[in-house]
């Protein structure tokens, strides 16, 4: 097998075991190859439902499929492994996917919602090597949907006011920068992206924006809330 194949392959099955696979004794994808190792994952794992990403300074801008089980309604229990990670985060929910020109009117085609990135891996030992996080879908595990906006008008999202609770711990309570400053920016970016992976853009899809309170883990029992000021509220049962 291939890098690619042989990649795909353990991944697969870690989804299937639910045990995470020995990420240090597979070879590090390339950019290309790590895109083509989600497809192939996500073609086992069933429809996607959303995507998230991140644009980069440093090389191309990266893009990761959130399968469509792993969407979870509000006050949702999400069962943990071990730890969970939990980021606090602006997303849009796809109403309609336009041929061009995504930001002339966005509007009309997505509606921004406050959401909660689940985070968790396939493979162990592979934190810090970007090419093999990108092949694992950049660790998502999930989302859970919180309150939408009704009435927005386009206007982007740059710094809004937030707070994440965890448990007894307070991981932010104030004014949050949204990553890379523009949501709409990366709104802009993923509907590039998606466009031609893993079965493209859907209406009734969500993407995601970046996460607001960093990332941070916690154990079964936690309950998490989180509010975006202007957006509403969120939170799950970590079970």
């Known amino acids: 097998m291939n890098t690619t194949e042989r990649f795909a392959t353990a991944l697969i099955e870690a989804h299937r075991s639910g045990l995470r696979a020995d990420g240090t004794a597979l070879p590090a994808p390339t950019h290309a190859e790590a895109l083509a190792i989600q497809s192939l994952v996500q073609a086992q794992l069933g429809p996607v439902g959303g995507f998230k990403g991140a644009r980069r300074a440093d090389g191309p801008d990266v893009i990761a499929p959130i399968g469509a089980t792993r969407i979870r309604a509000n006050g949702a229990d999400v069962p943990v492994r071990d730890r969970m990670g939990i980021e606090l985060e602006v997303g849009f929910e796809v109403l309609a996917v336009p041929d061009a020109d995504p930001l002339r009117d966005p509007a009309s085609w997505v509606r921004p919602c406050v959401l909660l990135e689940l985070v968790d891996m396939r493979l162990d030992g592979v934190s810090e090597d970007p090419m093999k996080k990108l092949?694992?879908?950049?660790?998502?595990?999930?989302?859970?949907?919180?309150?939408?906006?009704?009435?927005?008008?386009?206007a982007d999202f740059t710094t809004v006011t937030a707070s994440l609770t965890c448990g007894d711990r307070q991981v932010i309570d104030g004014a949050r920068q949204i990553p890379g400053?523009?949501?709409l920016a990366t709104l802009d970016m993923l509907w590039t992206l998606a466009r031609s992976h893993c079965g493209g853009l859907r209406e009734g899809q969500f993407l995601i924006t970046g996460s607001l309170s960093g990332l941070e883990y916690f154990p079964a029992g936690t309950q998490v809330a989180g509010r975006i000021e202007g957006l509403g509220d969120v939170a799950c049962s970590l079970v």
């Open 135 to 154: 092949a694992d879908g950049i660790f998502n595990d999930g989302l859970v949907i919180g309150a939408k906006m009704e009435g927005w008008t386009g």
């Open 181 to 183: 400053g523009s949501a």
